[in-house]
């Protein structure tokens, strides 16, 4: 099984940064994509970027330029720096990770608690 452990929300100004962390732990062997969520209030939760083990990277057009995503392999953990925040980020960010089973082609995913980010004045 596979945790993740996120940190790093919270409330913060219009404009404003914020830098989400997400460390996976436990059987993380097969390790593919990580990525981050985000659901708002009354809203389906939506892709905000996602990196491939090779470094490729997927963003919504609505963070694109704001916001990048990395992460260190070594580590098991994927960042979010978001900057330029606006009152439209307000949401629960969620971590996602998708395991490959050790000797399979099935791919697991995992979903770390949420974390809150409020933009507001």
């Known amino acids: 099984q596979v945790q993740l452990l996120e940190s790093g929300g919270g409330l913060v100004q219009p404009g404003g940064s914020l830098r989400l962390s997400c460390a996976a732990s436990?059987?993380?062997?097969?390790?593919?994509?990580m990525g981050w969520y985000r659901q708002a209030p009354g809203k389906q939760r939506e892709l905000v970027a996602t990196?491939?083990?090779?470094?490729?990277?997927t963003y919504a057009d609505s963070v694109k330029g704001r916001f990048t995503i990395s992460r260190d392999n070594a580590k098991n953990t994927v960042y979010l720096q978001m900057n330029s925040l606006k009152p439209e980020d307000t949401a629960v960010y969620l971590c996602?990770?998708?395991?490959?089973?050790?000797?399979?082609?099935?791919?697991?995913?995992?979903w770390g608690q949420g974390t809150q980010v409020t933009v507001s004045s």
């Open positions: 990196v491939t083990t090779g470094g490729q990277i």
């Open positions: 996602k990770t998708g395991v490959l089973m050790i000797g399979t082609t099935t791919l697991i995913h995992y």
């Open positions: 436990g059987s993380i062997f097969g390790i593919r994509a």
